[in-house]
């Protein structure tokens, strides 16, 4: 576990490199949102919560995607008002 810290890690040379390169982007999306203490769960992390644990189901479960496509319920379609 640790070796994967350090490998996610080796990129950031600095907070700027932290901002703009990975929190940027994130924010960007809705995915987080900025508060005076930190970084809070965005309000668009509801609509991707049920693809992200239907993901990381499959990864404890071993499967590759080609394996999730032949299983009819591994995800749903849900199509959504912009009114």
């Given at each position: 576990?640790?070796?994967?810290?350090?490998?996610?890690?080796?990129?950031?040379?600095?907070?700027?490199?932290?901002?703009?390169?990975?929190?940027?982007?994130?924010?960007?999306?809705?995915?987080?949102?900025?508060?005076?203490?930190?970084?809070?769960?965005?309000?668009?992390?509801?609509?991707?919560?049920?693809?992200?644990?239907?993901?990381?189901?499959?990864?404890?479960a071993?499967?590759?995607?080609?394996?999730?496509?032949?299983?009819?319920?591994?995800?749903?379609?849900?199509?959504?008002?912009?009114?």
């Amino acid at each position: 576990m640790q070796n994967e810290y350090w490998d996610l890690s080796r990129g950031l040379t600095s907070e700027k490199v932290l901002r703009e390169a990975y929190l940027a982007p994130l924010w960007k999306q809705g995915l987080i949102a900025e508060a005076p203490a930190g970084y809070l769960i965005g309000p668009q992390w509801e609509l991707i919560r049920p693809y992200e644990q239907a993901l990381q189901q499959a990864r404890n479960a071993g499967l590759t995607i080609e394996q999730l496509a032949s299983q009819k319920s591994w995800i749903e379609l849900e199509k959504l008002s912009m009114e």
